[in-house]
């Protein structure tokens, strides 16, 4: 039983390192104060758009994002969807990364983008807290959220099975 | 080396034990709230303080010194109709308005269990608390952390020291570091 239990916590350890080295960093991360701050605006531009006819608001933040190729920032919630003074849909797109604010000029047929991007310790934060009740359009990002529920069950096991060969051993 | 190694691996690990059990069991309590549905016990008091206190701080520490709440000044706000502050302990968090002109301060008190506390412990960090359990928390919590990194290593040394699960542990982990490293630098870039 001793084996097995020895077995379970090393294969354990050997499949979580990474997310365990997460923790540790986002723990020293947050202790010196690394993740305060806003995301940095990191560069503006435009790109052609055209929404669908007839389509929702939701709809067509949904299709904005696919077309710049922000299907971290999927799927849109509702609280992410505004106008502007104008009256053009203003989409505040939040994502691992940090976010992008888009106005939808359909007039013009494009859409004008803000890229804000989070620093790297921010980004370990948002990762380290993503677990698999978490859904995401992003195909990546679930498979994080799934390995990373594991990591946190692995965790658990550690913990265990660490006291027991502990005391086994004494 | 392999006995030394091992030692610092066994208790490291066993001194960081209860910690590393409260930020096991929070992750879980804040990843699966649905599993353990938990409602905030409100109560409202009112209280009579000086007149004229000058800011939330001086509002918190004349409701600290009568003991009617307790903790971290959190947030502190002034305006027209008076000034706000927020005042909280692992589980537990007072919102207070306090009026200069009348010297009443209303106070807001929300208890969140266990559960609470122990979330709020996962999020203390950082050298600035004034509340001595959150700022004895917070020192303990970067000591973990560091610790953290340290089981991690010691550990893959361990493992690799023992060969006849060299060959198995070394499938694990390229396999797990290749699939968690490609996710982490494609969502990134």
Redesign the interface.
């Known amino acids: 039983m001793l084996g097995l239990v020895k077995?379970a916590h090393?294969?354990a350890?050997?499949?979580?390192?990474?997310?365990?080295?997460v923790?540790?960093?986002?723990?020293?991360s947050?202790?010196?104060?690394a993740m305060q701050g806003d995301a940095a605006l990191r560069r503006t531009f435009e790109q052609p758009f055209t929404a669908s006819a007839n389509s929702s608001d939701k709809q067509v933040a949904e299709s904005v994002c696919r077309t710049i190729g922000l299907t971290?920032a999927l799927p849109v919630q509702s609280a992410a969807i505004q106008h502007d003074a104008d009256g053009h849909l203003l989409l505040d797109l939040w994502h691992?990364?940090g976010h992008h604010r888009v106005t939808v000029l359909e007039s013009e047929g494009k859409v004008r983008v803000e890229e804000f991007r989070s620093s790297?310790a921010r980004?370990f934060d948002v990762?380290h807290?993503t677990?698999?009740?978490f859904r995401s359009g992003?195909w990546?990002?679930n498979?994080?959220a799934w390995?990373n529920?594991f990591a946190?069950w692995c965790?658990?096991l550690m913990?265990l099975s660490?006291?027991w060969i502990?005391v086994a051993g004494r | 080396m392999y006995r030394k190694i091992r030692a610092v691996h066994r208790y490291c690990a066993l001194a960081t034990l209860p910690f590393l059990l409260v930020y096991f069991v929070s992750a879980v309590l804040m990843a699966h709230r649905t599993w353990w549905p938990s409602t905030p016990v409100k109560s409202t008091g009112r209280v009579q303080l000086s007149k004229e206190l000058a800011d939330g701080r001086a509002v918190a520490q004349e409701l600290m010194k009568r003991g009617d709440v307790d903790g971290e000044l959190l947030f502190t706000a002034a305006g027209p109709l008076g000034i706000r502050c927020t005042v909280a302990r692992p589980g537990v968090s007072a919102a207070v308005s306090y009026s200069p002109q009348t010297g009443v301060a209303d106070v807001v008190t929300s208890q969140r269990g266990w559960s609470g506390a122990l979330a709020d412990l996962h999020k203390t960090a950082g050298f600035a608390y004034r509340y001595a359990t959150l700022r004895v928390w917070a020192m303990a919590a970067a000591a973990v952390s560091a610790i953290l990194l340290l089981l991690g290593l010691s550990g893959l040394y361990l493992w690799y020291r023992q060969t006849s699960e060299r060959r198995a542990g070394l499938v694990l982990l390229s396999a797990a570091s290749v699939a968690i490293l490609y996710l982490m630098i494609s969502m990134r870039v």
């Not at chain 1, 923790?23 to 020293?28: E, T």
């Not at chain 1, 947050?30 to 104060?33: D, H, N, P, R, T």
């Open positions: 077995k090393t294969y350890g050997l499949l979580t390192f990474l997310n365990l080295a923790y540790g960093i986002v723990g020293l947050a202790s010196v104060g971290l691992v990364n790297t980004y990762l807290m677990t698999a009740v992003d990546r990002m498979a994080w390995y529920e946190m965790l658990g913990m660490g006291v502990w």
